[in-house]
Nanobody
Framework: QVQLVESGGGLVQPGGSLRLSCAASGRIFSINDMAWYRQAPGKLRELVAASTSGGSTNYADFVKGRFTISRDNVKNTVYLQMNSLKPEDTAVYYC????????????WGQGTQVTVSS
């Protein structure tokens, strides 16, 4: 069984920074895409940033220039560095991974709350 465990959320003032981490564990042969999504109250879950195993990245327009996704393929971990945070970035952030183990599966973390408020 594969698990994704997130950490790094919390309360931050507008303009501040946070770094989220998501570590995948279990019987993992390889990981294809890893990504961060977020869901604010009353809204649909939306893609924030994604990273392929080859190192390509893509970002939602609303975070371009402020957030950076990176990954450590040895540690099976993906990070999201969030700078210049705004109140509208407040949401639960979820990690996603497309994992090859004994079969191919798509997994989600439990979510970590990010609150941007003064």
């Amino acid at each position: 069984q594969v698990q994704l465990v997130e950490s790094g959320g919390g309360l931050v003032q507008p303009g501040g920074s946070l770094r989220l981490s998501c570590a995948a564990s279990g019987r993992i042969f390889s990981i294809n895409d890893m990504a961060w999504y977020r869901q604010a109250p009353g809204k649909l879950r939306e893609l924030v940033a994604a990273s392929t195993s080859g190192g390509s990245t893509n970002y939602a327009d609303f975070v371009k220039g402020r957030f950076t996704i990176s990954r450590d393929n040895v540690k099976n971990t993906v990070y999201l560095q969030m700078n210049s945070l705004k109140p509208e970035d407040t949401a639960v952030y979820y990690c996603y991974a497309d994992v090859i183990s004994s079969y191919r599966g798509r997994y989600w973390g439990q979510g970590t709350q990010v609150t941007v408020s003064s």
